[in-house]
C-alpha cells in the first residue's frame, strides 16, 4: 500500500500561480504513474493531468492544458502539479492518485487526502 499526501495548496488571486506536491510513502516503488484530480463543491471528481512512472509521458484535461504542467521526482517520491495563470473555476479540492495513467477515477488504487486551491478574482 502507498500512502499519498498533498501540500502546497492555498488562496491565490486570479492569474497567480501554485505548485502543489504528492509525496508517496510506504511501499513506494518508482514504477507507478501518477495523476492529479480535483474535486469542486457539488460536482464531481474530474481529471487534470497524468504522468507515467518514468515521467516520460504526460496527459492533461483540455481546461488545462498550457497552463498545468505535472513532473515527477522518483528520487524523493514526488510528484509535482505546477499551475499557472490560475482561474476562478480551478477552484476546487485537488488530489493525487497512483496506479493509472488515464483520466478515469477507476485505474488509480490509491489516492491521497487532498489539499485545497482556491483562486479569487
Known amino acids: 500500500q502507498v500512502q499519498l499526501v498533498e501540500s502546497g495548496g492555498g488562496l491565490v488571486q486570479a492569474g497567480g500561480s501554485l505548485r502543489l506536491s504528492c509525496a508517496a510513502s510506504?511501499?513506494?516503488?518508482?514504477?507507478?504513474?501518477m495523476g492529479w484530480f480535483r474535486q469542486a463543491p457539488g460536482k464531481e471528481r474530474e481529471f487534470v493531468a497524468a504522468i507515467t512512472w518514468s515521467g516520460s509521458m504526460t496527459y492533461y484535461a483540455d481546461s488545462v492544458k498550457g497552463r498545468f504542467t505535472i513532473s515527477r521526482d522518483n528520487a524523493k517520491n514526488t510528484v509535482y502539479l505546477q499551475m499557472n495563470s490560475l482561474k476562478p473555476e480551478d477552484t476546487a479540492v485537488y488530489y493525487c492518485a497512483a496506479g493509472g495513467y488515464s483520466s478515469s477515477t477507476y485505474d488509480y488504487n490509491n489516492w491521497g487526502q487532498g489539499t485545497q486551491v482556491t483562486v479569487s478574482s
Open positions: 510506504g511501499r513506494t516503488r518508482s514504477n507507478y504513474n
